[in-house]
């Protein structure tokens, strides 16, 4: 940040291509592995805590985050599209709601039956794991 703008500016781009450039490999490499075991990815899903402009974040730290969280979710988006597979981000506050307009269920009746799926997994299940499962279960019944 203390670079001068010109600097500053051809750093970002370097820093963005190298974060796109290793995303579409991992990405890729995880799709081969997965059809390497007879398996289909149908969706990519992605639950974020905010799809906010960083432009309108007026503290500097704050924003760096934001900008940080859009590089990483675009990055993914971007290499799922080169990927061919459908990428839904969804936002966590209103998972719940979005996912029971898509699957005509109720928000309670989603969250008792996520919650059911963590049982049989055993371990810990907590608040990203249920969003992660939720956001997978739509993204299955938009690839049907």
């Known amino acids: 940040m203390a670079a001068p703008r010109g600097e500053r ?20 490499r995880l799709l081969a592995r997965y059809r390497v075991q007879g398996r289909t990815v149908r969706g990519l899903a992605l639950v974020v805590g905010s799809v906010i402009d960083p432009a309108s974040i007026g503290n500097d730290h704050i924003r760096a ?9 675009t990055a993914l988006e971007r290499a799922a599209g080169r990927g061919r597979v459908p990428c839904a981000t969804h936002v966590e506050r209103g998972l719940y709601e979005a996912a029971a307009a898509r699957l005509k269920r109720t928000p309670t009746e989603l969250k008792r039956r996520v919650a059911a799926l963590g049982r049989a997994v ?23």
Do not use: D
């Not at 500016?9 to 820093?15: K, Y």
């Not at 985050?65 to 979710?73: K, M, V």
């Open 122 to 144: 055993g371990g810990p299940w907590r608040a990203e794991e249920k969003t992660a499962t939720l956001a997978a279960w739509m993204a299955l019944a938009r690839a049907h």
């Open 9 to 28: 500016t051809a750093l970002e781009r370097r820093l963005r291509g190298t974060v796109e450039r290793v995303t579409r490999r991992s990405l890729a």
């Open 65 to 73: 985050h934001a900008l940080e969280g859009q590089l990483f979710r």
